[in-house]
């Protein structure tokens, strides 16, 4: 066992007081588990975990009220109690037997000795405890050779992984969390056993699954968890239609790329450009639908027409099975995914005014992120090919900054509003007036007229005659948008 001392790193007064405290009521408690690993790793950590061999409880109150903290939330059933102080989140746990589990319900039923605390954890990096006493202050406690693994990069459970990972499945997904996170390799027992137990993840609530894959998504280079998901079975239990993405089919000679490795460079390139997980979200998203719409034709080869109006129509059944938002958060990745082939055909093709300006009404406030993602969806072995894309989409980005300056399309507000138009032709509610916005929007995005008001005014004078409308004796040509009648 390991006895290095690392007491200039416990610099904070929390373990300073808590030293104080610990050593007068002569405990054993030690600083353990993911803050210790960071604080090693020099990587930010707020949460600091106590363990206590004995009973936590009053130890986290005499500790609070030196600090002159007022609140510590006690929850007597699980023999933890918790307070703020600071910046930190300060938890004390008893030392305990059986499987450590932050969010079990299950209540605590057996005591134990800091071995026994240490066993049950998930890895060995997670299982390192920094002495609070006195006598040996900042003495780190390292039966698995933790230490070792920190400094080798490697991912161990403390037991033989099947008991480690039976006894928490959701462990399966936090070693492959902590190998992207960290960017270690999982030891070999340790992955032959998580391919065995892959399906065991069954048993663990979508939430908890869903919220180790956020971290998965939101680490430096995410396409490494995801290779490890899929190697070890995980990703099949969870996102099928991941899994469903891969392989590469040849007829007469053509072959389509493997979708699935395509989507991971696409993730990882927008990785490089945005910590935005829902933005990330869409990159996973893309070409989910291209599986179901694939089909090949022998005069122009494979194809996947349709895929993003599916892929946008797949979200809220995805989303909703892997307990994620469904809210504005789900509305924008099925936004990105239907439109996302929009700025890649303009990349392509010749870039009109009247399609950059449908483009950015139908993108709105999302237009940078959409242009983000179609960046990042630029992938191909042909650099010659991903040159002149890239060039072609500098050229459509500049585009639509002279279209966005010269049109304000983005937050596209009909110029005329309907009080206007019922106004203008005497009429109640009617079919005619969404007719006659739909054909002012149409004309303004096409280019015919400018995005003004004045001549949308004139529009719809001209289109309400050709629907045959008459109009009104009292009506009196406003000068805004917001209609004003003469009432004197
Ligand atoms: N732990 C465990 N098994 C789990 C969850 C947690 O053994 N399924 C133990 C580990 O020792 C872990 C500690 O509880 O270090 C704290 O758990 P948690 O706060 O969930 O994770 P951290 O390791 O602190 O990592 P992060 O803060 O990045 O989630």
Redesign the pocket.
């Known amino acids: 066992m390991k006895t290095k001392n690392y007491a200039s790193y416990l610099k904070h007064p929390v373990f300073k007081v808590a030293s104080q405290v610990v050593t007068e009521n002569n405990l054993q408690a030690y600083v ?7 604080l090693l790793l020099e990587r930010p ?1 707020k ?1 600091i ?1 106590i363990v206590v061999v004995g009973n936590g409880l009053d130890l986290a109150k005499e500790i609070a009220t030196r600090l002159r903290v007022s609140k510590v939330s006690v929850f007597e059933n699980f023999g933890t109690a918790q307070f703020k102080y600071k910046d930190l989140d300060v938890e004390f746990v008893g030392a305990r037997k059986e ?5 079990s319900r299950k209540p605590i039923v057996e005591n134990g000795t800091l071995a026994d605390d240490q066993n ?4 060995t ?3 390192l405890a920094l002495s609070l006493h006195q006598e040996n202050f900042g003495e780190i406690i390292d039966p698995f050779n933790g230490l070792d693994d920190l400094e080798k990069g490697i991912i161990r459970t403390p037991l033989d992984p099947d008991i ?1 990972y039976s ?2 499945p ?2 399966m997904m ?1 070693a492959v ?2 190998a992207t ?1 960290l960017g270690f390799k999982i030891e070999t027992e340790s992955l032959n056993a998580l391919q065995r137990n892959a399906e065991r993840l069954n048993i663990i609530s979508g939430e908890r699954i869903i919220d180790e894959l956020n ?1 998965i998504i939101l680490a430096e280079e995410p396409s490494r968890g995801f290779k490890l998901l899929n190697s070890t079975k995980l990703l099949h239990q969870f996102f099928p239609e991941m899994i469903a993405l891969q392989g590469v089919e040849t007829i007469d000679g053509k072959s389509h790329k493997d979708n699935f490795y395509h989507t991971l460079e696409v993730l990882d390139n927008i990785s490089e450009n945005t910590d935005k997980l829902w933005l990330r979200w869409a990159a996973i998203m893309h070409d989910i639908a291209k599986p179901p719409t694939k089909k090949f034709d022998t005069e122009i080869g494979w194809t996947f027409h349709g895929h993003e109006e599916l892929g946008a129509r797949m979200t809220y059944r995805i989303f909703k099975r892997l307990k994620l938002p469904l809210d504005a958060k789900m509305k924008y990745v099925e936004k990105l995914v239907r439109l996302h082939l929009r700025p890649i055909s303009l990349v392509k093709g010749n870039v009109t005014d009247s399609a950059v300006r449908r483009l950015l009404f139908e993108a709105g406030d999302d237009i940078e992120d959409l242009m983000t993602l179609c960046n990042a969806d630029i992938t191909s072995k042909n650099e010659f090919k991903v040159q002149k894309y890239k060039k072609n989409f500098e050229l459509v980005t500049m585009k639509l900054k002279d279209v966005e300056e010269k049109d304000q399309i983005r937050n596209f507000q009909p110029p005329v509003s309907g009080e206007i138009i019922m106004k203008a032709f005497d009429l109640k509610p009617c079919n005619e007036i969404g007719v006659i916005k739909t054909t002012i929007k149409d004309a303004i995005l096409e280019g015919t007229i400018p995005n003004e008001f004045e001549a949308a005014l004139e529009q719809m004078l001209i289109i309400g005659k050709d629907l045959g409308l008459t109009l009104s004796n009292d009506f009196q040509m406003p000068k805004n948008n917001i209609f004003t009648t003469d009432k004197k």
Do not use: H, P
């Open positions: 353990i588990g993911g803050f210790v690993r960071d950590s949460d975990d499987s450590y589990r932050r969010d049950r954890r998930d890895f990096i997670n299982a480690t006894d928490d959701l462990r936090r969390r902590f996170q971290k």
